[in-house]
């Protein structure tokens, strides 16, 4: 398999005050234009998946970007000007319909024809929760509403067969009734009825990726990992993979050298707005020094998501001088993003049990 | 552009009778190939805006997914969104209902589509009361036949609010101290028995102020959501008649509120199909009908009504000699409309006199009385002088075409009766805005 290469577009970049240092008036980090010049950089720059970050409320507090559009929506504005690069939003399982959740990541797949991913999230506090009138859920309700969603959005994702539309102009049958299923969930907090309203995804299934405090490795495809230290992410790793997670990507926060150090940017993006340390691996300094930790963390894991500190100075340099340093790493993968990540495209599970409705 | 002119839009339900999917042209309808190439279409015929249809329990006959139709459809919002990325200039307008979606969630999805297109987006207001859709969501069927447009209207001002909560000028410059100026985004509350919300919104106001609302129901409570909040009237009568007569309610129903007709369009929803000459017209119109309602479409039609299985009657014979089923219609298995949900035994026994006293078959009846009649039928020349007649009257600003074949249905309107209705000067001959609310000349949002 090819090592896999990620990288987190939301807004001007990572860091919080990369609205600072974006080269543009801040406002323009809310249309068309800026979201389409990141993902066609990442896209040129080799990269296998752009990720979109998201919650229901303002991304940051004090003084930082308090706009963002939501995040299916922009992956799916660079769906038709994009061809290899696979497309992931962050929804959440709390804030959303789990049927609508299923429906869009569902359409995206079709609009990038098997390209799309989705990146679990679980927003659960306080100002989230109040968005949908609700409250935030306990840890075990957590839990079991995450497993629920999850569950869910794959059955509905299965209710068409690959099969089911037969246009047979002689019967005049579009479809056979008998290959589009209802699902017949029923959750802690959610009964759903199905079929989903649009046919099944060119992927089968989505590629699903979750960071891994959510603790749901076993029905995602990728774990999100963290890590102080190349061996923290190795042994992270093998617990996600024990935990039954596919593959597994680290995270890794980076800052690099421009025609200044990396740390000197660092630092005064840092005077305004400290980028807090959320336990995962960060490079700060010359791309050789990022190319020598990627190699390093190959062995260890399938592949990294990357969070450039600010997306304008950060993605070229990965672009000239990073990606480059890689190719003996990567492989030729296929057009869909499962293929990317060597995952086979999965059997319906109607059509295993070639079960009726 | 002055003086009254024809504003086009395409409607695509996406489900239904209504597309001929066994013609050897029919483009595959689910493929986002076709949406694209569709809405492209639509813009060099200078259109004001595609339009997406929505449903959100998949159509079944008798507790299976109806065979006969195409059926499977895209989330509107996710697809426009695409097609915003694939287009310049036309609106996009997404059919969204407020029993089944989160105030703060739609409203968010919507104000995003309307920034990425750069002020294009439209929503076109539905509700839903029935149960049966609504064993597809968290909530299924809590919301009472009577209270669906009370819902819509605190949904619909809610959202107004969140589109509004950002001062114009709240973004601020990068030496600035703060992102934005401190107190210049104000926080939505909301908390009745049918909206409860608290919410910051993260998206600004687009170009055009805020997402063009659309309004489809025929109801009474439908017609008055319109008045008070609607931009544009997605009407379903395309008789001049019957649009002067809602032209004129309309404008009864505007005053209430302050607004004249200047500040709402009344699009009907059209089917139409043109020919070289009348005679070639009329022939095609047929061959759409009779593609439209085969005899196993003529069956599921009056199965629905009997309740109960007919395969094993002959399309080309007479009605059923079985009496239908006691039951009520269950409008909301997605194919009868909401209006039939009783006086089914009464309607079926005026249907017996009708196929009695003219000799008619099943699939005779079945032409005769289930929807879906093209409304303009003739040469381009014909449609742009009665369309152009319409317009001069106001009693409609244009019309959302239901295509029975795409694209073949579309080509023709764009290469034929644009010119037509261009060579009348009720057409547009350029865009002259760039976002929906200019195509539609409507007022400036206050």
């Given amino acids: 398999m090819s090592f896999v290469l990620a990288v987190e577009l939301d807004g001007d970049g990572a860091h919080p005050s990369a609205w600072r240092h974006s080269r543009r008036s801040p406002g323009a980090v809310l249309g068309g234009a800026a979201l389409r010049t990141s993902v066609h950089d990442a896209e040129r720059a080799g ?180 890590g102080a230290d190349p061996a923290d992410v190795a042994d992270r790793a093998e617990r996600a993979r024990g935990a039954g997670a596919a593959r597994v990507l680290a995270e890794v926060q980076v800052v690099l050298d421009t025609d200044r150090s990396g740390a000197e940017r660092l630092a005064e993006l840092d005077d305004h707005t400290p980028w807090p340390d959320d336990g995962r691996l960060r490079h700060v300094g010359p791309a050789a020094g990022l190319v020598a930790l990627l190699r390093r963390l190959a062995p260890l894991v399938d592949g990294v998501r990357l969070h450039p500190a600010v997306l304008a100075d950060d993605l070229p340099v990965l672009a000239g001088r990073v990606l480059p340093e890689l190719a003996d790493l990567r492989a030729a993968t296929g057009d869909t993003l499962r293929g990317t990540f060597g995952l086979t495209r999965p059997e319906n599970r109607f059509a295993v049990r070639g079960g009726q409705s | 552009m002055t003086g009254p002119h024809v504003h086009l839009g395409v409607f695509q339900a996406g489900v239904g009778p209504q597309l001929v999917w066994a013609h050897p042209d029919a483009a595959p309808h689910t493929a986002i190939e076709t949406f694209v190439q569709t809405a492209q279409l639509l813009e060099r015929g200078l259109f004001d805006a595609f339009f997406l249809g929505e449903g959100l329990r998949v159509r079944e006959n008798r507790g299976r997914v109806h065979e006969l139709d195409v059926a499977g459809r895209p989330d509107a919002i996710t697809q426009l969104a695409a097609l915003a990325g694939a ?143 609607a931009d544009v009237v997605f009407s379903a009568h395309t008789r001049f008649d019957e649009a002067r007569a809602l032209a004129e309610d309309l404008t009864v129903r505007l005053a209430r509120y302050g607004r004249d007709r200047e500040s709402l369009r009344i699009l009907p929803g059209a089917e139409i199909v043109l020919g070289e000459t009348a005679a070639e017209a009329e022939e095609k119109a047929r061959w759409v009908r009779g593609e439209q309602v085969t005899g196993r479409r003529a069956l599921a039609f009056f199965e629905q009504y009997w309740g109960t299985d007919l395969s094993g009657y002959d399309p080309d014979g007479p009605l059923p000699d079985i009496e239908p089923s006691d039951a009520e219609l269950d409008p909301s298995r997605g194919t009868i409309s909401i209006d039939r949900r009783s006086g089914k035994l009464a309607l079926i026994a005026q249907w017996r006199e009708r196929a009695d006293a003219g000799n008619l078959s099943i699939r005779d009846l079945a032409l005769e009385v289930s929807p879906g009649h093209p409304a303009f039928v003739g040469t381009p020349a014909q449609v742009a002088d009665e369309w152009a007649r319409y317009v001069r009257a106001r009693v409609v600003d244009g019309f959302n075409l239901l295509p029975y074949l795409i694209p073949g249905a579309l080509t023709d309107v764009v290469d034929l009766l644009v010119p037509a209705l261009q060579e009348r000067g009720v057409y547009r001959t350029g865009y002259q805005g760039s976002t929906l609310r200019e195509h539609l000349d409507l007022p400036e949002i206050r």
């Fill in chain 2, 87 to 229: 287009t310049e200039r036309i609106g996009l307008v997404a059919t969204q209902n407020t029993t089944y979606n989160f105030p703060a969630d739609l409203a968010r999805r919507l104000a995003s589509l309307d920034l990425l297109s750069d002020g294009r987006a439209g929503w076109n207001v539905v509700t839903t009361d029935n149960a049966w859709t609504g064993e597809n969501f968290r909530h299924g069927g809590w919301l009472a036949h009577e209270r669906r447009y009370e819902r819509a209207e605190q949904f619909v001002e809610a959202a107004k609010a969140l589109w509004s909560a950002w001062d114009a000028d709240a973004v601020q410059d990068a030496d600035a101290k703060s992102w934005a100026r401190p107190g210049s985004i104000a926080t939505v509350d909301r908390h009745t028995d049918l909206v409860d919300l608290t919410a910051v919104p993260t998206v600004p106001a687009s170009r055009q102020g805020r997402p063009v609302l659309f309004q489809a129901g025929d109801s009474a409570g439908g017609r008055e959501l319109a008045a008070k909040h």
């Fill in chain 1, 47 to 226: 990269f296998d998946l752009a990720t979109f970050a998201d919650t229901p409320v303002p991304p940051a507090g004090g003084p930082d970007a308090a706009g963002r559009i939501e995040a299916g929506t922009r992956a799916a504005f660079v769906a038709t000007s994009t061809s290899r690069i696979g497309l992931a939003p962050t929804l959440h399982v709390t804030t959303t319909e789990p049927f609508h959740l299923a429906t869009q990541l569902a359409s995206l797949d079709h609009a990038t024809r098997g390209r799309a991913g989705w990146v679990l999230g679980a927003a659960n506090d306080v100002a989230s929760a109040a968005t949908v009138g609700g409250v935030p859920l306990d840890p075990a309700g957590l839990h079991r509403e995450i497993t629920d969603v999850l569950d869910t959005a794959r059955a509905l994702w299965d209710s068409w067969q690959d099969d089911a539309v037969i246009r047979d102009v002689a019967t005049g049958r579009y479809l056979d009734p008998d290959r589009v299923h209802h699902v017949d969930v029923t959750a802690a907090r959610f009964t759903v009825k199905g079929p989903l309203i649009t046919p099944r995804p060119p992927q089968g299934q989505l590629v699903v990726l979750a960071p891994e405090e959510l603790d749901v490795a076993g029905r995602t495809d990728v774990v999100l990992v963290g």
